[in-house]
């Protein structure tokens, strides 16, 4: 099973600022098979990016994912105010598909 | 519009056995993978399970292997989780959601979510 880890668990930052998100893998995802997620409270996640830096229908260009291997970023370039949520990267290139823990942006 | 709605939770007691369900809209839905996520309350997401469009691959996670069966019903454009041997960690939200492309494997991210069924396994 492929372990996703992110750090940090917590970032606090004011809107405009730049929030880098980082997910590490336990072992390398094949064919850069990764997603990152925003999760709002009560409500379901929404898919971000995929396939490491591909954005999603309708994802402002703010958001951007780079990384390849192990090694994985989504950057939010200019947090607007409704950027403040918790973040999931995953792995869908082997089984079991598996989440990271999160990150919660939350305002400073 | 994409519409996934789960149906089927409730509070069951340890041991006993539940069976949720997606309906399936705005989009064909053999065409595309589907998957079971859950999320316990306050915690992360943990992916349940996921059958590919022919339900010819299926995967599991090592937590439910053994007593959660997934199916899908392309007639219904229905997806199904058949839970037994229920366990007080089992509590969750369950969510529906639709891979975001076509494939022959269940092993893509996920672009349409429902909005969950929650089970709650308790005495």
């Known amino acids: 099973e492929i372990v996703l880890t992110q750090s940090p668990g917590t970032l606090s930052l004011s809107p405009g600022e730049r929030a880098t998100l980082s997910c590490r893998a336990s072992?390398?995802?094949?064919?850069?098979?990764l997603a990152w997620y925003q999760q709002k409270p009560g409500q379901a996640p929404r898919l971000l990016i995929y396939?490491?830096?591909s954005r999603a229908t309708g994802i402002p260009d703010r958001f951007s994912g780079s990384g390849s291997g192990t090694d994985f970023t989504l950057t939010i370039s200019r947090l607007e105010p409704e950027d403040f949520a918790v973040y999931y990267c995953?792995?869908?290139?082997?089984?079991?598909?598996?989440f990271g823990q999160g990150t919660k942006v939350e305002i400073k | 519009e994409v519409q996934l709605v789960e149906s089927g939770g409730g509070l069951v007691q340890p041991g006993r056995s539940l069976r949720l369900s997606c309906a399936a809209s705005?989009?064909?839905?053999?065409?595309?993978?589907m998957h079971w996520v859950r999320q316990a309350p306050g915690k992360g997401l943990e992916w349940v399970s996921g059958?590919?469009?022919?339900?010819?691959?299926?995967g599991y996670a090592d937590s439910v292997k053994g007593r959660f069966t997934i199916s899908r019903d392309n007639a219904k454009n229905s997806l199904y989780l058949q839970m037994n041997s229920l366990r007080a960690e089992d509590t969750a939200l369950y969510y529906c959601?639709?891979?975001?492309?076509?494939?022959?494997?269940?092993?893509?991210?996920?672009?349409?979510w429902g909005q969950g069924t929650l089970v709650t396994v308790s005495s």
């Open positions: 396939g490491a830096s």
């Open positions: 072992q390398s995802v094949s064919s850069s098979y």
């Open positions: 059958i590919s469009w022919n339900s010819g691959s299926i």
């Open positions: 995953q792995q869908y290139g082997s089984s079991p598909v598996t």
């Open positions: 705005g989009f064909t839905f053999d065409d595309y993978a």
């Open positions: 959601a639709k891979a975001y492309y076509g494939s022959g494997s269940y092993l893509v991210g996920f672009d349409y």
